[in-house]
């Protein structure tokens, strides 16, 4: 199995955040994890990232515990995360903030960085055409050396997006990337997205932009609660008569913060 959650649990104090959680993914997916504020959400993707060690449950990716790895060990076995509220360097270039993301696969040594070795520039060099290259795929080439705080919020986002396929992650753990855009913008997200996974990237995303979802994932993970209420195709999981009481007000569309 590609990436595998089973019985995850965890509890702040008296809170319980995550009761017996479990679901999959399947190489190539868009997986999205729907449901309010409060029902999990947020704390699934902290333990996948290893900020909480869960404390009943076992989280597998590729067949291997990420339980043993640390969070710098999950980048590099290809697990990498957005952040539903922008994390960029705002005052650096988007070039710059792009090659960040590129930082652990610089396997050149100290020696190396200081003395300025051949192998230190032949490395450097290959990772600037592959974060040029990023920039390119993403539509962000003519924003390189833009301060990446002054550009709109949607080409924000996108720079952030290409921060972290600079790791080399192939799962992407996206938390709300279609946040404070509008229509146009979220459409052109969308876009984004899909080519990432006919590339091959497997896409989990955190989402309330319920015609984003509906439209790009190929099934959803519902939590309420820190519980699992429903799984499947994105049409079939919110046409779900526990789903609608919860979340869609007997019917109306979802509008969740």
Known sequence: MYLSC??????FGGLTALNDVSFQMEQGEILGLIGPNGAGKTTVFN??????????????????DLGRLSPRRRVRAGICRTFQNLRLFSG??????????SCLRAD?????????????????????REAMALLEKLDLTPYAHSPAGA????????????????T????????????GMNEEEAEALGKVLRALREEG????????????????????CVLDRGRVLAQGP????TADPKVAAAFLGGGREYAGS
């Open 92 to 101: 650096q270039s988007v070039l710059e903030n792009v090659l960040a993301g």
């Open 47 to 64: 333990l996948l990232t290893g900020v909480y060690v869960p404390q009943a449950g076992v989280m597998t990716f590729r067949d291997r």
């Open 201 to 220: 990237k497997s896409l989990l995303l955190i989402e309330h932009h319920m015609s984003l979802v509906l439209s790009l994932c190929d099934r959803v």
């Open 168 to 179: 080399g992650a192939e799962l992407l753990l996206l938390d709300e990337p279609a946040a």
């Open 108 to 128: 050149y040594g100290f020696f190396d960085m200081v003395f300025g070795t051949p192998r230190y520039f032949r490395r450097e060099r290959a990772l600037g």
């Open 151 to 166: 550009l709109p919020y949607g080409l924000q986002r996108r720079t952030e997006l290409a921060r972290a396929l600079a």
């Open 6 to 11: 089973q019985g995850l649990t965890m509890a």
């Open 234 to 237: 994105p049409g079939e999981a």
